[in-house]
């Protein structure tokens, strides 16, 4: 929170500081302006943050005269071509809510082999339509197991095996021109054991150590960790690693690993660390990336007798990182990764802290409608949240490179008279065939013999139940799967938000279980769903349009090519209709002066609903489908296939 004294101190700090830092633009005196603009308007708020969490220290404005001057390093150095973009971007800063903007994620080497192979796939990008395009860590990282790369190496290089750092800006320019936004993820919580940082912590360097959570011995971790989630329940509850190669008194330090051992977490107490990864942040929005993932950010910052998560100090690590973006890169923005209880993952979202947040309770909910049949816990959350504040926008998606996790609030499911913990326990079973009968092929993920919990994985096609219809053969089966890929795209793309395809989805690829056979691989089920991406199928979905990829295929670009052509899913302004039939979903969408009204249904079997809802929430008798088909609504019900997807728009009554 920014209050009056952060204002004035600010101004202060501003004439102090101002020459010195206006030293970095080397005699550019517009861009030296301009930063100077920048900082009266959001030197306040970064003012606020540190000071919230460090000004207790002597040395505090030290601190932050050094972070000021980073940040005037970067705003001197950004490329014309960036700082043109951050001119573009002031203008429409919302850019992220237009009904045209289309997300897609892949891995580099998964997708297109590596960065020369993904600039060859541009072309496939544009035909799909995608304007933000989510590229998973692609840094240097250690050999072996690395956690699909979210254990860095170093920030600033591209892993050899995919390409250069030069190449990757050139992509970013290249994406750009093209009108897609290159994001990245930032994996600001922890470092890879062999980061440089590391290997000096590991010497003994004393500076390096306390960029880090280090112990000598048990007495701390052991007052932390009765209140800490295990986050990976199947390496052991165990929050801390003990490291014999990191010098300390007793031969070795224990070392906070919040997630595999070798991810070290970095200690925002210090402000060396903030400062840090300030650095490391600036030096990626130079290269051009546009969107930065803040990866975990729930973990950022520790405090005893705590969970350790969501923490109010957390926030402001993200407040002044923000705040520092706007300062040298106001292009930037951040997408938080905060897969937490929904009351939690609101908080996240701000423009002053990340104006995108992937929306996992609208993802789990979608799985658990296809489930059940019924869609009251999905309507339930649409109409209690999914408003956001004004400038932010969720990030749609049905499955990312992660498992999926049940997040919705028990208070909510127990509304809704059901019992939370039986619920999930019924959802890990049906995704994973143990319950039967059940359409889906997923494998369990990080399974809590403690609590009974576990997630799922499997890609959006086997979780639908395409892999299972064509191992059995069964034509009804199939038909009913591919309805179900479709249906949850519509929900996805007609919601409010940026939709984020997951590369490979869109041809309906299967679980892949090789990765059983690679030890780098073998122990975390994730990587079913991170297949290759399969060219042949890409080939058979263009050629076949009756064959199963081929009806995916066809059925999302239809979908995508309507949605373009919709101005009233801009925005993010929802309102949901009540069918009275608990197998639907109904919602109005509105921007500007433009309203549609989309339909949902989540059942194998055909529906009927009454047309008195849609006249109403329409303000209309005919309405017109996405498929051109025409609807009259002046009949009392209307005839829905199993699981039907409609986008209506109103149509003029007929005179
Ligand atoms: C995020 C990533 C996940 C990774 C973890 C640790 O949750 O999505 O894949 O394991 O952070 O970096």
Redesign the pocket.
């Known amino acids: 929170m920014v209050a009056a004294w952060h204002v004035t101190e600010s101004g202060r700090v501003r004439r102090r500081l101002g020459p010195r830092l206006a030293a970095a633009f080397a005699g550019d005196e517009a861009r030296a302006a301009a930063f100077d603009d920048r900082l009266e308007r959001h030197l306040p708020h970064l003012l606020a943050a540190l000071h919230e969490l460090y000004g207790w220290r002597y040395d505090f404005f030290w601190h932050l005269e050094q972070i000021l001057e980073l940040a005037a390093r970067a705003a001197a150095t950004r490329p014309a071509e960036l700082a043109a973009l951050d001119a573009a971007r002031a203008a429409a800063p919302t850019w992220f809510q237009d009904h045209r903007a289309l997300g897609a994620v892949a891995y580099v080497d998964r997708f297109a082999g590596d960065l020369a192979g993904l600039r060859a796939r541009l072309p496939y990008l544009r035909e799909l339509g995608v304007t933000y395009l989510h590229l998973m860590p692609l840094f240097r990282s250690p050999p072996g197991e690395n956690?699909?790369g979210?254990?860095v190496s170093d920030y600033r290089a591209v892993d050899p095996r995919l390409g250069s750092m030069a190449e990757l800006s050139e992509l970013a320019c290249a994406l750009r021109r093209a009108g897609i936004a290159l994001v990245l993820?930032f994996?600001l919580?922890?470092t890879a054991d062999d980061h440089p940082w590391a290997e000096a912590a590991k010497r003994g360097d004393a500076d390096a150590q306390a960029l880090y959570w280090m112990f000598d011995d048990r007495r701390e971790p052991d007052r932390f960790q009765p209140y800490l989630r295990a986050?990976?329940p199947e390496r052991g509850g165990d929050a801390f690693t003990w490291r014999p190669d990191v010098a300390g008194p007793q031969g070795g330090k224990w070392v906070w690993t919040?997630?595999?051992p070798f991810?070290w977490d970095l200690n925002y107490r210090n402000p060396e660390a903030l400062a840090a990864i300030a650095g490391e942040m600036l030096f990626l929005a130079n290269q051009g990336v546009e969107v930065l993932r803040l990866?975990?950010v729930p973990f950022l910052w520790k405090e005893p007798g705590t969970s350790c998560e969501n923490r109010p100090q957390a926030h402001l690590v993200v407040e002044a990182l923000n705040a520092l973006a706007a300062l040298a890169a106001p292009a930037l923005l951040f997408k938080s990764?905060a897969?937490v209880h929904p009351d939690e993952v609101v908080r996240w979202i701000g423009v002053e802290k990340s104006r995108l947040s992937y929306h996992p309770l609208l993802m789990a909910l979608l799985w658990e409608a296809l489930a059940t049949g019924e869609t009251r816990l999905l309507a339930d959350a649409l109409e209690r949240r999914h408003a956001l504040p004004e400038g932010t926008a969720w990030v749609t998606y049905l499955r990312?490179?992660?498992d999926i996790g049940w997040g919705f609030a028990d208070e909510d499911a127990r509304r809704l008279g059901l019992d939370p913990v039986g619920h999930r326990a019924f959802l890990n079973a049906f995704y994973t065939g143990r319950r039967q009968p059940s359409f889906a092929r997923g494998l369990p993920f990080q399974e809590n013999p403690r609590t009974g919990d576990a997630r799922v994985c499997g890609t959006l096609a086997s979780l639908a139940g395409l892999e299972q219809a064509l191992a059995a053969e069964d034509p009804w089966a199939l038909d009913l799967a591919l309805r179900r890929i479709l249906v949850l795209h519509g929900v996805i793309l007609t919601v409010g938000g940026l939709p984020l395809l997951y590369l490979g989805d869109e041809i309906a690829q299967l679980n892949d279980y090789g990765f059983r056979d690679d030890p780098a691989h073998a122990g975390d089920a994730?990587w079913v769903h991170r297949p290759r991406f399969a060219d042949a199928r890409l080939a058979t979905a263009r050629a076949d349009p009756a064959s199963p990829e081929g009806r995916v295929w066809h059925g999302l670009m239809a979908l995508l090519a309507a949605r373009r052509r919709t101005p009233a899913l801009g925005g993010t302004e929802l309102r949901l209709v009540e069918t009275g039939n608990p197998h639907l979903l109904a919602y109005r969408r509105r921007h500007g002066a433009a309203r549609c009204l989309v339909l949902a249904s989540f059942s194998p079997l055909p529906q009927r609903l009454p047309s008195a809802p849609l006249r109403l929430a329409l303000d209309a008798a005919r309405a017109v489908g996405w498929g051109g088909e025409g609807l009259d609504l002046a009949g009392d019900t209307v005839p829905l296939e199993p699981y039907a997807f409609h986008v209506l728009t109103p149509l003029p009554d007929a005179a």
Request: avoid cysteine; proline fraction near 0%.
């Open positions: 956690d699909g979210y254990a993820d994996v919580n922890h986050i990976f919040t997630f595999y991810q990866d975990a990764e897969i990312g490179h992660d994730r």
